[in-house]
């Protein structure tokens, strides 16, 4: 698939969650280290905020231990996604073409990184409750991963 049809099909998805009145949410942290999110669109519908971003996180950086209030629905455009629960495991390692869903609440604290050498790119539509912030920031749970 080409990152346009992947923006299309998320879209689509944003359009659909509408028409079924979808009721996930999502939220996501602060970007931690060598992460730059750009908004590719964004719309506002019974009471929830879609939103639909491009994530870059370049070689070495991570997003911050985090939680999302509801789910998260991600494509990895570009790169590898390492993916790391609370618990300190790796949970999921993540391709480009691969996608991700991020189970919601603040008992699912995890954190990205990139440990490759070139840029992990993700497409990401997130499904927030109206005015939430797009991310929820969590103490490191005790690992020595940043």
């Avoid at 730059?36 to 905020?49: E, I, K, M």
């Avoid at 939103?51 to 990895?76: F, K």
């Avoid at 954190?111 to 499904?127: D, F, Q, W």
Wanted: proline share 6%; with cysteine.
């Amino acid at each position: 698939m080409t990152r346009k049809s992947i923006r299309i099909a998320l879209a689509g998805g944003v359009s659909l969650l509408l028409a079924l009145g979808g009721t996930t949410g999502t939220a996501h942290a602060t970007p931690g280290s060598g992460v730059t999110a750009t908004t590719l669109a964004q719309y506002s519908a019974g009471g929830r905020d879609y939103i639909l971003r491009e994530i870059t996180v370049a070689p070495g950086g991570s997003t911050g231990w985090h939680y999302h209030e509801g789910t998260l629905y991600g494509w990895v455009a570009n790169g590898t996604l390492t993916h790391n629960a609370a618990d300190c495991s790796v949970d999921g390692i993540y391709d480009a073409g691969d996608f991700i869903v991020e189970p919601s609440g603040a008992d699912n604290v995890h954190i990205g990184r990139n440990l490759g050498t070139t840029p992990l790119v993700l497409e990401v539509l997130y499904v927030l409750p109206d005015g939430a912030p797009p991310a929820n920031d969590a103490p490191d749970p005790g690992c020595s991963i940043r």
